[in-house]
């Protein structure tokens, strides 16, 4: 499926009405058309960044928001969604590319996001969180589809959990992946110590 990925334009009343309403096929989290509509105002404030999938008949197929933190050195990814008839072919994937090259482009080092478990879909629901969480999330299972699992073949890695983030375990999955070209390292020369050890 051919799309072409751009920034969502303001003044584009046509598109605008299309990312409200692609929000709103996932009721579950925006319920209502006033809700999407001022989701989608937020996401073009100045400092952020919205991009949209746009399918060769210019209707749009995708949507994905970024907000930058900590002096712009981390992203949020916010949100991501791609129409529902339109899923499975990899526009979900371009626009999370193309997100992490723009807040590359912008100065970040690093993207993260969270990514909600309201149904025991992994094994990070409904267990303390608070007992053993290293080895809990380096032995996460999925049980049902889960989109961790997505962001995992985009490179991503689980970073944290929020515990009870959506009530009772019901936990919020943070993930993170280094988009910054340059590896970081000591920027001084290790020093030599008697013996050929160093510092
Ligand atoms: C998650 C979402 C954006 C994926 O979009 P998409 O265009 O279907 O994804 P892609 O086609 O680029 O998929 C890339 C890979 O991830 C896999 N994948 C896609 N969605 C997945 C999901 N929900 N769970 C697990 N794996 C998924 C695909 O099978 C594909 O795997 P492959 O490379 O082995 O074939 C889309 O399902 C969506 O809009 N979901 C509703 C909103 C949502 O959950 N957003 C993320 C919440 S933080």
């Not at 999955?173 to 280094?178: H, N, Q, S, Y």
Request: glycine share 10%; hydrophobic share 40%; charged share 30%.
């Amino acid at each position: 499926m051919k799309v072409k990925i751009i920034p969502l334009d303001r003044q584009d009343r046509k598109h605008r009405r299309q990312a409200a309403e692609l929000l709103l096929e996932n009721p579950e989290l925006w319920p209502a058309m006033e809700i999407a509509r001022a989701v989608i105002s937020t996401l073009l404030a100045p400092n952020r960044v919205c991009l949209c999938a746009l399918d060769e008949k210019d209707r749009l197929v995708g949507i994905v928001g970024g907000l930058p933190d900590y002096d712009g050195i981390v992203w949020e990814l916010h949100p991501l969604v791609v129409k529902k008839v339109d899923r499975g072919h990899g526009i979900g994937r371009r626009l999370v590319r193309s997100l992490e090259k723009e807040a590359a482009a912008r100065g970040a080092i690093t993207v993260i996001l969270g990514t909600d478990d309201l149904d025991g879909s992994t094994s990070l629901a409904d267990v303390d969180l608070y007992d053993n969480l290293g080895g809990r999330i380096a032995n996460i299972v999925c049980r049902k589809q889960h989109s961790y699992e997505f962001y995992i073949k985009c490179g991503y890695s689980i970073i944290g959990v929020i515990p009870d983030a959506n009530g009772i375990g019901k936990p919020d999955i943070l993930m993170g992946k280094r988009v910054a070209k340059k590896q970081i390292g000591r920027k001084t020369p290790l020093k030599s110590l008697p013996g050929g050890k160093t510092e």
